[in-house]
């Protein structure tokens, strides 16, 4: 990956967007690229969110980081680990 794509797709964002990432070994740098561009980013630990670990259509998975980021449901990734 390179950072052209993230860094065209936080250009659509508002800065009063909240994003979800969810863990995985690009998230961190993912999530260095966005966060500027939006209100809120949080790195979601997909083993901890069941509907998100078990999400089996993509666009499923979005909608439910998104219902989940809104109520405040999303565990957060422990990154000091």
């Known amino acids: 990956m390179t950072r052209i794509a993230p860094e065209g797709f936080a250009k ?14 690009n998230s961190m740098a993912v999530s260095r690229v966005l966060a500027p561009f939006v209100a809120r980013l949080i790195i979601a630990n997909p083993l901890q969110v069941k509907a998100i670990a078990q999400a089996h259509v993509k666009t499923d998975k979005i909608c439910r980081h ?5 109520s405040g449901e999303v565990p957060a990734a422990d990154l000091d680990a």
């Open 12 to 25: 659509t964002l508002l800065a009063r967007d909240e994003v979800v990432v969810e863990a995985t070994a």
């Open 66 to 70: 998104a219902r989940q980021s809104a």
